[in-house]
């Protein structure tokens, strides 16, 4: 009977039809569709750069889910592939992406997407969690998660790279955290979707950033995990591209782990003559009872010579890796296991100590909550002039932070110590008005609140829901440690971040 459930299995997976494309959900380590089956990533990283001039589009960058006569183009090249998921980095949550998701469905392939965009996601150099990006991340979930052949959406891609970066992982996981609430409590929406992060292999935090992830409460752990490795390169093998030791890393991990990117472009020829022979390993039996596939980068050929296509005045250039890819996923045949006899192994994880080399504590920000935030404002005397220059912001922050520390606890965050003030989740309108008004009613004095016309007085706005929504607010700080966000405020980081503000800004026009 074992046997002829093995052969059922095998059959149901290996003929898997285009247009058959049954919603995945996880279970354990494992990817199943609906009907039992386990789902191996067979993948391809779609994202085609940007030209220098954006044209008429609303955005900076091409979302591939919106381009029609694109998907078109491209969704039988992905069936000659034999591809069944493409990762999407940047997509426009008000673009139309019916059109391309039922080709992309008709063909049996699925999508995860990227929840960020290049001028909108956690930034490593200046992280937060915020009503803006808050909002955006709704936006992307909304915009595709009716579609059946979604599987899930990462909230970060190498978000923390280094010691020095670690911090930023906080601000990640608190996005995970309210994602998964956000698909939880929305009735519109009854299916698994996944939550996940992207990381690199960055061996000083690798075990640290892993176990992170993975640990505290279930409604703050990753739904998957997605591993960023570019190791074997050309004719590499199990031991010296460390697969086996990943392998055998991952063996007891909780969620399912795939390769969110690989493909080393460091052979003789380049990006276009990879030969991806670590395909191979990667579907073996040794790798596929670990990790649930991959996905290539990358599908268009761009200056960094990863592509397998390259278009120019609507003829295609196909190179030798795309039929290199293309028999590789033809030969691979991972051994599925059938979601009712699979047992999952849990052990959970424990958070990793706060280190000279981990820097991010168990302890999350709050929920971005933006009625909280338009409260607050509207009931501090002390505001903001209107229209504002990002180099006023920093310059007023500065300056107030560094004559009153106290003043600014409120929009501090501190990371490691697991301590965040009760709007660090506002926009800068939003926290300036919280830190001159602190200013204004230490001083008590008109001209404490003038800084030379950049800043005014209001008349606050008493409203019975709106006073009991900021009475309801974290006091000064949340975390594992109320008063060190006293204590332990430093005035000159929050000012070297309005700095990167302003850069930001200046670069952007």
Known sequence: MAGLMLAVSLFLFASRGLGETLPIEAKGSKFFDTNGTQFFIKGIAYQQEAAAGTGGRKTKYLDPLADVSSCQRDVPFLRELGINTIRTYHIDPTADHDECMQL??????????????PDMSINREDPRWDVTLFARYRKVVDSLAKYPNVIGFFAGNEVSDSANTSAASVYVKAAVRDMKRYVRENKKMTRWLGFGYAANDASVIRDDIVDYFACGPAEERVDFWGYNVYSWCGDSDMKRSHF??????????????????????EVKGGGTEREFKETAALYSAEMSSVFSGGIVYMYFEE??????????????????????????????????????????RTRPRSCPPVSTTWLSHPSLPPTPNSALCKCMYSSRTCIPASSLSAVSYSEIFNYVCGALASACTTIASHPDKGVHGAYTMCDDTAKLAAVLDAYYKEHETPSACRFDGKAKTQRPHEDKACAETVDD??????????DSAARGFD???????????????????
């Open 104 to 117: 992309l469905q008709d063909s049996g392939i699925y999508v995860i997407s990227d929840l960020g965009e």
């Open 244 to 265: 086996a030791e990943r392998a055998e890393y991952f063996r007891d991990y909780e969620v399912p782990v795939f390769f969110a990117e690989y493909g080393c472009n």
């Open 303 to 344: 200056a960094n010579n990863y592509g397998l296509v390259q278009f120019s005045k609507g003829q295609a250039t196909i190179f030798n890796a795309f039929h290199a890819l293309k028999a590789q996923l033809a030969k691979a045949r991972p051994e599925p296991i059938s979601r009712d006899a699979y047992l999952p």
């Open 473 to 482: 607010a974290p006091g000064e700080s949340v975390g594992s440690d109320q």
């Open 491 to 509: 005035a000159r980081a929050v000012g070297q971040v309005l700095v990167m503000v302003v850069v930001a800004v200046v670069v952007a026009f």
